[in-house]
């Protein structure tokens, strides 16, 4: 079945660090995916959106890669700052279905 | 421009009870989704509408769940009966359409339904 996975452990990091999150999929191809950041209590923010025939994607100190070959994508957030703190989802998506499949999302602490 | 609105915020309910929860999608948005989102776990979709068509209801228990969305715009789900394992965070979410940018979706804070 397909499936989409995420690192379910939390990610801490220092303050000013990058942090580097992961988002692997298996039995699927998607056409492109999707990350988003969810706040407690909120619902999640679109961020970035890459596709399958991109290597990266870049917004503001926001980074995107996507693998096919390695059936994954990393997501980067370069000079971190407590307000990063969230947790991030990443979805893919099938080019003419318009479903997105979610991953479990991991969170990321980010201390001064 | 205002985002995705839904109601109530909070509902505690006790098993058996009906329940229901709204939602008004960003104007001019014509997909419209409900999704489940259990804790520590990532949103699960359960109905997904083209207008006032539901084009994806295969995760929707059926048996007690039901939604609908009349004249393309607001949506309401219903769940009847509840029970113990519904209790779960329910977001509606929308986007301009289906493929790539256009599947953007845009999130209400959603629902966080409780039931005793």
């Known amino acids: 079945s397909q499936k989409i996975e995420q690192n379910s452990e939390a990610l801490n990091i220092q303050e000013g660090k990058t942090a580097t999150l992961t988002c692997n999929y298996t039995n699927y191809s998607p056409a492109y995916l999707q990350w988003y950041r969810q706040d407690p209590g909120r619902g999640p923010v679109f961020l970035l959106l890459i596709r399958e025939n991109e290597k990266e994607k870049r917004k503001e100190r926001l980074k995107v890669t996507f693998d096919t070959t390695l059936k994954q994508s990393l997501f980067h957030i370069t000079a971190s700052q407590p307000a990063d703190s969230a947790t991030y989802l990443c979805a893919y998506g099938s080019s003419n279905t318009g479903k997105l499949i979610f991953g479990q999302g991991t969170t990321l602490q980010v201390k001064p | 421009e205002a985002g995705v609105v839904q109601s109530p915020r909070y509902k505690i309910i006790e098993k058996k009870q009906p329940v229901a929860f709204w939602c008004n999608p960003i104007s001019g948005h014509n997909t419209l989704y409900w999704y489940r989102q259990n804790l520590g776990q990532g949103p699960e979709l359960l109905i997904r509408?083209?207008?006032?068509?539901?084009?994806?209801d295969s995760q929707l228990p059926k048996d007690r769940f039901s939604a609908e969305r009349l004249k393309g715009v607001d949506s309401t789900l219903k769940i009847q009966p509840a029970e113990l394992g519904d209790s779960a965070v329910y977001l509606c979410?929308?986007?301009?359409?289906?493929?790539?940018?256009?599947?953007?979706?845009?999130f209400g804070a959603g629902t966080r339904l409780s039931v005793l």
């Open positions: 509408y083209e207008n006032e068509e539901a084009v994806d």
């Open positions: 979410a929308s986007s301009p359409g289906l493929a790539g940018v256009k599947n953007i979706q845009y």
